[in-house]
Every structure is written in structure tokens, then in C-alpha cells.
């Protein structure tokens, strides 16, 4: 289960940023971005993160998770096309072989919800 190390790199990069802050947040939430390509399971990844932020700086604190999906483009066709993850890879007009991935792969941080004085503030894309 590869979400568990996901989530392990996760875990470190956001105490990471954490600890180089001057007055150490309350996180509230983590909104991740999963490509529907990347192969992570959402689900798991939330149970990982509740397991491993139990007793720690992360613990009560929400992941988001927003998928997206596999988007593909055909420079034969000139269009976009959606591939079926583990069916069809190929354009469906010209069955060339998928070359140029859009979207689907993406694993990212994109933003921490925290609170520091009772004010709510945001760190983007870490």
C-alpha cells in the first residue's frame, strides 16, 4: 500500500513547514490534488492520515482530497480524449497510442488551512 509512504512524505513536508514558522498553527486542513492516473487510492489515503497524525501536530486536522481526472490529447486527432485507467489507453478516433497526459498525474499540496491568533490564513502550494 503505497499510500502509506505517501502519506509518511506528506506527514514530513507539512512539518516541515510547520516548523519553520515563527508562531507554530493550528492546521484545520490539508487540500491535496490526486491525479486519477497517479493510482492513489482517496480512500486509503484518508485512513493513512488519520492513523499517522494521531498524537501529533497534525492530529483532528481534515485532508481535502480533489481528484482529477485522466485527460489526454491526440496530436493525430488534435482533440482531447478521456483514457478508461486500465482498459484503454489509445486515442478512440485513431487508437494511437496515448502520448501526452493532460491531467491525472498530479500529487500535490496545494494549500494548509491553519489558524495562528486566532486568525484564519492559508499557505499555498508548498
Known amino acids: 500500500?503505497?499510500?502509506?509512504?505517501?502519506?509518511?512524505?506528506?506527514?514530513?513536508t507539512v512539518r516541515d513547514?510547520?516548523?519553520?514558522?515563527?508562531?507554530r498553527p493550528k492546521i484545520s486542513h490539508v487540500h491535496l490534488t490526486v491525479g486519477k492516473f497517479t493510482c492513489v487510492?482517496?480512500?486509503?489515503?484518508q485512513f493513512a492520515f488519520e492513523v499517522q497524525t494521531r498524537d501529533t501536530f497534525l492530529q483532528g486536522a481534515k485532508l481535502v482530497i480533489r481528484?482529477?481526472?485522466?485527460?489526454?490529447f491526440c496530436h493525430s486527432c488534435q482533440q482531447e480524449y478521456r483514457p478508461e485507467i486500465g482498459i484503454?489507453?489509445?486515442?478512440?478516433?485513431?487508437?494511437?497510442?496515448?502520448?501526452?497526459?493532460?491531467s491525472g498525474r498530479e500529487l500535490?499540496?496545494?494549500r494548509i488551512e491553519y489558524h495562528s491568533d486566532a486568525i484564519e490564513?492559508?499557505?499555498p502550494n508548498l
Open 1 to 12: 500500500m503505497h499510500e502509506t509512504d505517501m502519506t509518511k512524505a506528506l506527514v514530513i
Open 17 to 23: 513547514w510547520w516548523e519553520s514558522q515563527p508562531e
Open 41 to 45: 487510492e482517496p480512500v486509503s489515503l
Open 67 to 72: 481528484e482529477t481526472p485522466l485527460i489526454a
Open 88 to 102: 484503454q489507453y489509445a486515442c478512440p478516433t485513431c487508437k494511437s497510442p496515448m502520448e501526452d497526459i493532460r
Open 108 to 110: 500535490k499540496i496545494d
Open 121 to 123: 490564513s492559508y499557505a
